[in-house]
Nanobody, 123 residues
Framework: QVSVVESGGGLVQPGGSLRLSCVAS????????MGWYRQAPGQQRELVAR???????DYSDPVKGRFTISRNNAENTVYLQMNSLKLEDTAVYYC?????????????????WGQGTQVTVSS
Protein backbone atom coordinates (compact mmCIF):
# COMPACT_ATOMS: atom_id res chain seq x y z
CA GLN A 1 0.00 0.00 0.00
CA VAL A 2 1.05 3.61 -0.55
CA SER A 3 0.34 6.61 1.65
CA VAL A 4 0.13 10.06 0.02
CA VAL A 5 0.15 13.17 2.18
CA GLU A 6 -0.19 16.76 0.98
CA SER A 7 0.71 19.95 2.80
CA GLY A 8 1.09 23.66 2.15
CA GLY A 9 -2.42 24.83 1.42
CA GLY A 10 -3.89 27.95 2.94
CA LEU A 11 -5.39 31.37 2.40
CA VAL A 12 -3.65 33.82 0.08
CA GLN A 13 -4.54 37.08 -1.60
CA PRO A 14 -4.84 37.37 -5.39
CA GLY A 15 -1.41 37.71 -6.92
CA GLY A 16 0.20 35.83 -4.06
CA SER A 17 2.09 32.55 -3.99
CA LEU A 18 1.86 29.18 -2.29
CA ARG A 19 3.94 26.04 -2.45
CA LEU A 20 2.30 22.65 -2.07
CA SER A 21 4.22 19.55 -1.08
CA CYS A 22 3.30 15.89 -1.35
CA VAL A 23 5.21 12.90 -0.04
CA ALA A 24 4.53 9.27 -0.87
CA SER A 25 5.54 6.41 1.40
CA UNK A 26 5.12 2.63 1.48
CA UNK A 27 5.51 0.48 -1.65
CA UNK A 28 7.02 3.31 -3.70
CA UNK A 29 10.03 1.65 -5.29
CA UNK A 30 8.97 2.51 -8.86
CA UNK A 31 6.99 5.75 -8.92
CA UNK A 32 6.14 6.54 -12.52
CA UNK A 33 4.24 9.80 -12.35
CA MET A 34 3.30 12.32 -9.71
CA GLY A 35 0.73 15.01 -10.20
CA TRP A 36 -1.62 17.59 -8.80
CA TYR A 37 -5.34 17.78 -9.43
CA ARG A 38 -7.89 20.20 -8.04
CA GLN A 39 -11.60 20.26 -7.42
CA ALA A 40 -13.60 23.42 -6.87
CA PRO A 41 -17.09 23.32 -5.31
CA GLY A 42 -19.60 21.96 -7.80
CA GLN A 43 -16.87 21.14 -10.31
CA GLN A 44 -15.22 17.96 -11.46
CA ARG A 45 -11.70 17.14 -10.41
CA GLU A 46 -9.26 18.37 -13.03
CA LEU A 47 -5.59 17.95 -13.79
CA VAL A 48 -3.37 20.86 -12.77
CA ALA A 49 0.11 19.51 -13.49
CA ARG A 50 1.83 16.18 -13.84
CA UNK A 51 5.46 15.08 -14.04
CA UNK A 52 6.72 11.66 -15.01
CA UNK A 53 9.88 9.76 -14.12
CA UNK A 54 11.70 11.36 -17.06
CA UNK A 55 10.90 14.75 -15.51
CA UNK A 56 8.59 15.61 -18.40
CA UNK A 57 5.91 17.95 -17.10
CA ASP A 58 2.45 18.77 -18.39
CA TYR A 59 0.28 21.66 -17.29
CA SER A 60 -3.34 22.54 -17.79
CA ASP A 61 -3.88 25.69 -19.82
CA PRO A 62 -5.25 27.81 -16.92
CA VAL A 63 -2.02 27.42 -14.92
CA LYS A 64 0.64 27.50 -17.62
CA GLY A 65 3.24 30.15 -16.92
CA ARG A 66 2.10 30.54 -13.30
CA PHE A 67 2.56 27.12 -11.71
CA THR A 68 5.67 24.94 -11.66
CA ILE A 69 5.74 21.26 -10.75
CA SER A 70 8.92 19.54 -9.59
CA ARG A 71 9.84 16.26 -7.95
CA ASN A 72 12.55 14.78 -5.77
CA ASN A 73 12.81 11.09 -6.51
CA ALA A 74 15.13 10.39 -3.60
CA GLU A 75 12.47 11.64 -1.20
CA ASN A 76 9.37 10.52 -3.15
CA THR A 77 8.18 14.09 -3.07
CA VAL A 78 6.44 16.33 -5.56
CA TYR A 79 5.99 20.08 -5.26
CA LEU A 80 3.71 22.61 -6.86
CA GLN A 81 4.89 26.22 -6.82
CA MET A 82 1.89 28.44 -7.46
CA ASN A 83 2.52 32.07 -8.36
CA SER A 84 0.22 34.89 -9.45
CA LEU A 85 -2.72 33.13 -7.85
CA LYS A 86 -6.20 34.03 -9.01
CA LEU A 87 -9.61 33.76 -7.39
CA GLU A 88 -10.44 30.90 -9.73
CA ASP A 89 -7.53 28.85 -8.38
CA THR A 90 -9.52 28.31 -5.20
CA ALA A 91 -10.06 24.57 -4.79
CA VAL A 92 -9.04 21.48 -2.90
CA TYR A 93 -5.75 20.29 -4.37
CA TYR A 94 -5.08 16.57 -4.49
CA CYS A 95 -1.81 14.79 -5.02
CA UNK A 96 -1.79 11.71 -7.24
CA UNK A 97 0.97 9.12 -7.41
CA UNK A 98 1.19 6.39 -10.03
CA UNK A 99 3.35 3.43 -9.05
CA UNK A 100 4.45 0.63 -11.35
CA UNK A 101 4.75 -2.94 -10.12
CA UNK A 102 5.77 -6.29 -11.49
CA UNK A 103 8.33 -7.50 -14.01
CA UNK A 104 8.76 -5.62 -17.28
CA UNK A 105 6.79 -8.20 -19.26
CA UNK A 106 3.82 -7.95 -16.89
CA UNK A 107 3.99 -4.37 -15.70
CA UNK A 108 0.92 -2.84 -14.10
CA UNK A 109 0.15 0.46 -12.42
CA UNK A 110 -1.75 1.55 -9.34
CA UNK A 111 -2.88 5.10 -8.68
CA UNK A 112 -2.99 6.59 -5.20
CA TRP A 113 -4.55 9.80 -3.92
CA GLY A 114 -3.96 12.04 -0.96
CA GLN A 115 -6.71 13.52 1.20
CA GLY A 116 -6.37 16.95 -0.34
CA THR A 117 -5.32 20.37 0.87
CA GLN A 118 -7.46 23.50 0.64
CA VAL A 119 -6.19 26.49 -1.32
CA THR A 120 -8.27 29.64 -0.98
CA VAL A 121 -7.50 32.77 -2.95
CA SER A 122 -9.41 35.72 -1.57
CA SER A 123 -8.98 39.40 -0.89
Amino acid sequence: QVSVVESGGGLVQPGGSLRLSCVASGRTRNIHAMGWYRQAPGQQRELVARIDDDYIADYSDPVKGRFTISRNNAENTVYLQMNSLKLEDTAVYYCNVVVRYGPVERLYENSYWGQGTQVTVSS
